[in-house]
């Protein structure tokens, strides 16, 4: 495997920890909350009631909430750090971009951990495995960016054996066959996003399959 084949991903933020990478630009965020607005007058009555989308209750931080059925994406870096992420905008075989879920009917971004970072990228349906074509929308699909063995963010992308890489300690994800751990010290597959679309936007359709991250230390 050589590193030319290497890349990053999600551009110039992803794996640092600067405060600027982690909260969007106030006008990002209003272009996120305009670009949610459509959204929200479309569908809320449709999320409000999808049993899949927890309760947020009386002192809860919905930004440290992690994605949930009807959220949005919005990019996390970048020259479009903040909008909104539409179908369009995953292009096919490009490396994944790295997002923030957004709720478009509280407009809240999920920017309050960093354990929240979702990829999403878009490969050739037909190689992926009959689970993971069942959560994808037009060959869209979406994990957690955060790795399962010490949750440091998944920010390398091997494009021609189209897998994540932990750049920590080389765990190797493969997306196609729901990000399982081809390699390296990982024990757990990345968590799985389902995907839907709504109005062009791209749109959970549930929560994540699995716990964020390492395993709680017992
Ligand atoms: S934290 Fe990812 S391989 Fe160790």
New binding site residues.
Partial sequence: MSQTEIGLIGGDCVGKRKRSCQQPRPDRRRRALLGGLTGWILSPILFRSDPARAAVGDGVNASKMRAQAGDQFVFKTGARKGEVITIADVAFGARPLVAYPYDPIEGVLRNGSRLNQILVLRLAEDSYTDKVRARAVDGVIAYSAI?T????P?TAWHSDDQLFI?P????HYDPKNGARVVS???KRALPALPLTVKDGVLTAAGGLTGRVGRRKRT
Avoid: R
Wanted: with cysteine; proline share 7%.
């Fill in positions: 790795c063995h010490e949750n440091c998944v932990c920590c300690h080389e765990t390296g010290p990982a």
